[in-house]
């Protein structure tokens, strides 16, 4: 006959309106204080666990409940979680164009994981406790980034592009779930979007090479190699310099693109497409990016497709064509090792679009035909390069 464990020891301060005998298993009272609720989540070094703060002292027995169904997989009603959730069975997503809802689904995956500094995460907070102060805030240090938590560490940069993008989303998801009933308020409406410097952050040759060779030499070492890096990042690279790409541009790269002696761009934005002779450089990363492919898919034992354009240049670990979000997580781990290693200074730090400015900048000759763009103006936006003038006279 199995026997009852032993019952928790009331707490001296415990709230009036909790009976403790009725306290989900793994939430546990601190006393210290006013009081507050704690859990216990694994260290994520390894070492033993951490308490975490899941509730205030005035949390009813029912926020406890529905605290601990959150932790065992199920997303708090009335939660960001769930309410994303619930937008993304709707109709009114089913009828968003295709690459709306694969952005969409990317922000999602995002916020819901975005740590909050009381340590839960975005995903976790009650939409009706939020206030259009709060959604302030928040898009404000996503804007500017956060300072390094000790001496000596980088801190996170800001994006305000990446902030607007949140902040539109999330209105439009609070504003749907208002209409259905599933909040009382949206605390995105109202708030206003931050301006976008037109920052390209190219780096400066000598940079763009010295982090290149860097990435080039950690993508040779072994997968669980100390700082390993994924071997397709400085072959990215050198297709978004050579042939001036976007990131997107780069990713969604076939080998029905490779014409032997040239390489076709697939330009988004209206950008004309060009044939880009292949030098020494470009037709190795083309040839690192192919290697890689091979390994992947042999391990993977996947049948190789006919068709050339069913065969991406650039796959992650699991053989599929490598996501936007894949190829960032991947991107932001050698930038941070980079400057953590010394090879790169905090203030260097550039993006995967900068390469397309440093090409555009470096291109002799026509670079509007060149880069695909239309217009002269869109060719000065990428064209950072200083020309040479006569004085006016002797």
Request: glycine share 8%; net charge positive; proline share 6%.
């Amino acid at each position: 006959m199995a026997t009852k464990g032993r019952p928790r020891k009331l707490p001296f301060n415990l709230p009036a309106h909790i009976d403790y005998s009725k306290v989900p298993k793994g939430i546990y009272w601190d006393s210290s204080g006013n009081g507050r609720w704690f859990v216990h989540d694994p260290h994520p070094e390894g070492r033993g666990v951490r308490s975490r703060t899941v509730a205030q002292a005035g949390a009813r027995l029912s926020d406890l409940h529905a605290i601990s169904e959150q932790r065992a997989g199920s997303a708090l009603r009335g939660s960001v979680a769930s309410v994303i959730d619930l937008f993304e069975a709707s109709l009114t997503f089913e009828q968003l164009a295709p690459s709306t809802k694969t952005h969409y689904r990317d922000y999602s995956k995002a916020i819901k994981a975005y740590p909050l500094k009381n340590g839960t995460k975005l995903g976790e907070a009650i939409v009706d406790r939020m206030t259009p102060g709060v959604m302030r805030r928040l898009i404000d240090v996503i804007a500017q980034g956060r300072p390094p938590d000790r001496p000596g560490e980088a801190g996170v940069p800001g994006y305000p592009t990446k902030a607007n993008h949140w902040l539109r989303y999330l209105r439009r998801v609070f504003g749907w779930a208002r209409e259905h009933d599933h909040v009382k308020t949206n605390p995105a409406a109202g708030v206003k979007q931050v301006r976008e410097k037109r920052d390209h952050r190219m780096p400066e040759l000598e940079v763009f090479q010295r982090v290149q060779a860097y990435a080039e030499e950690c993508g040779s070492r072994g997968a669980r190699e100390k700082g390993a890096l994924p071997p397709y990042l400085w072959a990215a690279m050198e297709l978004a310099y050579q042939a001036r790409l976007r990131g997107i541009e780069v990713l969604t790269l076939t080998d029905a693109h490779d014409f032997g002696e040239e390489l076709m761009t697939n330009r988004r934005k209206g950008s004309r497409d060009n044939l880009v002779r292949k030098g020494a450089r470009l037709a190795a990363a083309l040839e690192a990016l192919r290697r890689y492919r091979e390994l992947v898919w042999a391990r993977r034992k996947r049948p190789i497709p006919l068709s050339a354009s069913a065969r991406p240049l650039l796959v992650g670990e699991d053989g599929e064509s490598l996501t936007r979000s894949g190829f960032n997580t991947a991107w932001q781990r050698m930038m941070k090792n980079a400057i953590r290693d010394g090879v790169l200074a905090a203030e260097e730090r550039f993006g995967l679009h900068g390469l397309k400015h440093r090409g555009v900048t470096d291109t002799m000759g026509d670079k509007k035909a060149a880069s695909g763009h239309k217009t002269d103006s869109m060719v000065h936006l990428y064209d950072h390069s200083l020309p040479l003038v006569p004085a006016t006279s002797d």
